[in-house]
């Protein structure tokens, strides 16, 4: 990541003083705009972002970072965009630069501007919002989305379909991270906070948000909340539950194999082994 200006912390104390009077502010207002334009500049570039894991393996939120996003769409208008064909209109413009910056975006894919891709990031058909932050060699396949602050490490796959949640509001929310490393299976939702740990196997279908339990499916131990730990192989599934009306199947993610720290994902040996389970990535 690139070193963050030294007035950084002047710049935090600006946007959070014009976000204390947000609902006084108007689109373009002359002393606010220039501060949150430069804030989201720093994120677009990868200079700072919106959250991290830090040192004891906890995600730190910033949340300055989201309140200078919840700004710039008070104090834009819309406009519209063209591009090539295509027209848009919206209050945030596209990134642009894709080659210098060393990403390849494929016809049909959109970031906005405010959204950090890191070298090496392919989008083919698909969309990353403000906030959102793309590690390098990361593949974000078709028609799958990164929505605004989402965390995605480097060396991650989001399969075709998959629905990355991201959590603008509030800005202390914590929003989803998905860890170096990991692939995500297609049609795969991923929300509301929820984190997949360094070099796990989500396979395909899944849905993990921060109230649905993820098992140990060899001692039907709880392991977490809305969390896939790191390096295993998880897949979607349900477990019974008795409620006033009946018994009914809620839905779970269920961890059917640990994998040894630093193991590559082989696609071929995944596929036979989430066959074996009655899945697939």
Known sequence: MPEPPADLDALERAVENFFERIDELSVGEREATPVVDATIDLLDRGVVRVAEVGADDQVVVHEWLKKAILLVFKLRGIETLEVGPFEYADRIPLKHDFAAAGVRVVPGASARWG?????????????????????????????????????????????????????????????????????????????????????????????????????????????????VPPWCVAIRASRRRAYPGGEFFVPCVLVIKRLNEGERHDKARLNALLREHGASV
């Open 115 to 227: 959204s950090f891709l890191a070298p090496g990031v392919v989008l083919m058909p698909s969309y990353v919002n403000i906030g959102a932050y793309v590690g390098e060699q990361t593949m974000v396949d078709t028609w799958a989305t990164v929505a605004s602050c989402a965390q995605i490490g480097a060396r991650v796959h989001l399969s075709g379909g998959v629905g990355i949640g991201g959590v603008l509001e509030p800005p202390n929310a914590v929003p989803v991270v998905i860890e170096d490393d990991v692939f995500i299976g297609s049609r795969c939702m991923v929300t509301g906070g929820a984190r997949v740990g360094r070099g796990a196997v989500l396979g395909a279908g899944s849905f993990l948000d921060p109230s649905i339990p993820v098992l140990d499916a060899e001692t039907g131990e709880e392991l977490s909340r809305g969390v």
